[in-house]
């Protein structure tokens, strides 16, 4: 399958459909949920955990649970640790928008114009992703949202994806994927799609990028990407 095209307008037109992660890639979300655990860190005198949190980045709320219960490793109480942290991380998007990422409406607003549907594939639980979109103004864009809450697998199972796929009636060889995380990469390649990787808090390393996808700066850059067969 050939992606090469000559015009701005072109460059993406071979590809039916366009699937999003959410947060870190079109929210800026993921500096707010470091900011709340390193807090709850803190509060328990924990000392600096995140290398547990960076691997939450871009699983569902039961892989979650289970990273943090082999992280903290009886410690303290998982559970306890992930109450406080998600009512910290309440209080800091609660009663307004999260930002968006940069480039965010520019590349919706592109992708509209040329007909082509666009949807969701996150962890978040899909009522709650439905709100944080609806509350930073670009939940009419997708057709289709999966949360984490929908399927039995968490990323980096290909499961989202393929269910964003099946509901969008598409193959999903034919979907370009967005993605920032390594499990969401993971996730879209496992599903057979292009995936373009725009890092937010954590770089791919060497493993990651010899895996051939596409790693871009920003949102901006999409629209112009010359892809390649």
Same mark, same amino acid.
């Given at each position: 399958?050939?992606?090469?095209?000559?015009?701005?307008?072109?460059?993406?037109?071979?590809?039916?459909?366009?699937?999003?992660?959410?947060?870190?890639?079109?929210?800026?979300?993921?500096?707010?949920?470091?900011?709340?655990?390193?807090?709850?860190?803190?509060?328990?005198?924990?000392?600096?955990?995140?290398?547990?949190?960076?691997?939450?980045?871009?699983?569902?709320?039961?892989?979650?649970?289970?990273?943090?219960?082999?992280?903290?490793?009886?410690?303290?109480?998982?559970?306890?640790?992930?109450?406080?942290?998600?009512?910290?991380?309440?209080?800091?998007?609660?009663?307004?928008?999260?930002?968006?990422?940069?480039? %965010?409406?520019? @590349?919706?607003?592109?992708? =509209? +114009?040329? /007909?082509?549907?666009? #949807?969701? !594939?996150?962890?978040?639980?899909?009522?709650?992703?439905?709100?944080?979109?609806?509350?930073?103004?670009?939940?009419?864009?997708?057709?289709?949202?999966?949360?984490?809450?929908?399927?039995?697998?968490?990323?980096?199972?290909?499961?989202?994806?393929?269910?964003?796929?099946?509901?969008?009636?598409?193959?999903? %060889?034919?979907? @370009?994927?967005?993605?920032? =995380? +390594?499990? /969401?990469?993971?996730? #879209?390649? !496992?599903?057979?799609?292009?995936?373009?990787?725009?890092?937010?808090?954590?770089?791919?390393?060497?493993?990651?990028?010899?895996?051939?996808?596409?790693?871009?700066?920003?949102?901006?850059?999409?629209?112009?990407?010359?892809?390649?067969?």
């Amino acid at each position: 399958m050939l992606f090469l095209c000559s015009s701005l307008e072109n460059k993406m037109h071979n590809f039916k459909a366009v699937i999003f992660d959410m947060d870190g890639l079109l929210l800026d979300s993921e500096q707010l949920a470091l900011d709340a655990f390193l807090a709850t860190c803190s509060k328990f005198n924990l000392g600096d955990l995140s290398n547990v949190f960076n691997k939450c980045i871009g699983t569902n709320s039961e892989l979650v649970d289970a990273t943090l219960k082999e992280g903290l490793n009886g410690i303290m109480d998982h559970k306890k640790f992930y109450l406080t942290w998600e009512s910290l991380y309440t209080d800091l998007t609660k009663d307004k928008p999260i930002p968006l990422k940069k480039g %965010a409406i520019y @590349l919706l607003d592109h992708i =509209s +114009s040329m /007909g082509i549907p666009m #949807a969701v !594939a996150t962890s978040t639980k899909t009522a709650r992703a439905r709100s944080k979109l609806n509350s930073s103004g670009i939940l009419g864009y997708f057709s289709v949202i999966v949360g984490g809450d929908q399927v039995a697998n968490s990323k980096p199972n290909p499961e989202v994806y393929l269910k964003v796929a099946s509901a969008l009636s598409m193959n999903p %060889a034919h979907c @370009l994927a967005l993605e920032d =995380s +390594s499990n /969401g990469v993971k996730s #879209a390649l !496992a599903a057979k799609m292009i995936v373009i990787q725009i890092p937010d808090l954590i770089q791919p390393d060497e493993a990651l990028l010899k895996m051939g996808h596409i790693v871009l700066d920003s949102l901006f850059d999409v629209a112009s990407y010359e892809f390649k067969s």
